[in-house]
């Protein structure tokens, strides 16, 4: 058995994290402690996006973690990411999405699908944090459904006109580089859609000139790129959610991202990635209201003794460890996967729908254990269980994980010849022979 390493906390997997990551997990930790939990019951009420601390993040390097040092990122793996959004996740899911979004969404499809000259411009002011970044794939009429894509990208000259809206974007306001997707051949269904980087000054100039992050002057800056109304969500209150219009938006031939017709392909593949961040910001979540759970179970009294004492309340609380165990596996091994560059796809989804449908149960079990206090803004567990839900929501919903598995599950088993089902009389007998 490995040694316990300083600073180990109980639950930890060492299997998975080297002394490295927990460090960074740690320095996480401290900070978030300083940092997130005096401000994010506030940020969340005044649905105000954390500037200050998205400042700080980035210069942590927080904002380019994955991020090869050569392009202005950390240069270190996919887990230390994963351990860093979950252990923002713990204090608050507006800081841990500002990080997963900014990084999988925002930075990911240009490191891993532009080329030289785009890399060159774009990841460096990303992955620094020097700006936000942002993908925009959903629209009004295209959800689970990306296909459904209308936004249009109409040959101008050497570039491109984007007519069409985009919703639900997360940073649309605040940031100023975005990943988007747009039909270039209609006749083509997902194979005539592309995707193009795009440049928008942040709605907010005065606050990030004045915090010196979150604006650069010299981006190629698109006219008739907006960002459009901001959603009043339930949860991730923080962060900053809109609408994306481009109005006869005229893009350079030179900023779209691959080949005509690759963009539907690269944005789930993006997507792919992006859900093992969801899966650690749902752990980070469900880990988050245990621990405040455990701690009230153990402080708060009824009947002449420590309400954990009651097996109801420890059976939840026994329940919800093991799912945080599994949890943690299916999400640490789905990022190992990936950083080996073996397929992960069906990982990911396995451990996004397990993830958020634990941070989902979790929280509501914390409000529980916590009684009417759980219910009210004076302890966290009600943002974590509004923070949970959109987990079950965000970047393929759960229903859309299931078809994904499903399709994966499907073509292994069909594929394999070791699992050819027996003629059904000799399985019968197997199936009764003990
Ligand atoms: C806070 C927030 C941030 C977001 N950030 C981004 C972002 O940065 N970029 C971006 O592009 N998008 C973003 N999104 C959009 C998000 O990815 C979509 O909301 C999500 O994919 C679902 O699409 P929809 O809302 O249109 O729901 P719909 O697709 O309309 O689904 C409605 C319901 O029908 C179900 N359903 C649909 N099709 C099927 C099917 N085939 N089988 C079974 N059930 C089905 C769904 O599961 C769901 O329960 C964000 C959303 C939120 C809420």
Known sequence: MSEALPGQR????????????????????????????????????????LWDNAKSMARRGWLGIPVPRELGGMGLDTLSFIVVVEELAKFDGSHAITVAAHTTLGTSPIVSFGTEDQRRRFVPPLASGEVLGGFGLTEPGAGSDASGTRTRAVRDGDGYRLDGSKIFITHAGVGEIFTVTAVTDPDQGTHGISSFVVCKPTVDLARAKELGFGHKDDLPFTEGVRAGRKEDKMGWRASDTRELHFEGARVPAEQRLGEEGQGFVNFMRTLDAGRIGIAALSL?????????????????????????????????????????????????????????????????????????????????????????????????????????????????????????????VLAEVLADPALDSPPRSSRTTEAYSY
């Open 284 to 408: 980070g979540l469900a880990e988050g209201a245990f621990e405040a759970a455990v701690r009230y179970a153990h402080e708060r009294r009824q009947f002449d003794r420590p309400i954990w004492d009651f097996q109801q309340i420890q059976f939840k609380l026994a329940d919800i460890a093991t799912d945080i165990e599994a949890g943690r596996h299916l999400t640490y091994h789905a990022a190992w996967l990936k950083e080996r560059g073996e397929p992960f796809s069906k990982q990911a989804a396995m451990a996004k729908l397990f993830c958020s449908e634990l941070a989902m149960r979790a929280t509501l079990d914390a409000i529980q254990v916590l009684g009417g206090v759980g219910y009210t803004s004076e302890y966290e567990v009600e943002r974590m269980m509004r923070a949970a839900k959109v987990c079950e929501i965000g970047e393929g919903t759960n229903e859309i994980q299931r078809l994904v598995i499903g399709r994966h």
């Open 10 to 49: 109980a639950g930890t997997m060492d299997r998975y994290l080297s002394s490295e990551h927990i460090r960074l997990r740690d320095e996480v930790c401290a900070f978030a402690r300083e940092a997130i939990v005096p401000v994010a019951p506030h940020l969340d009420e005044a649905a105000e996006f």
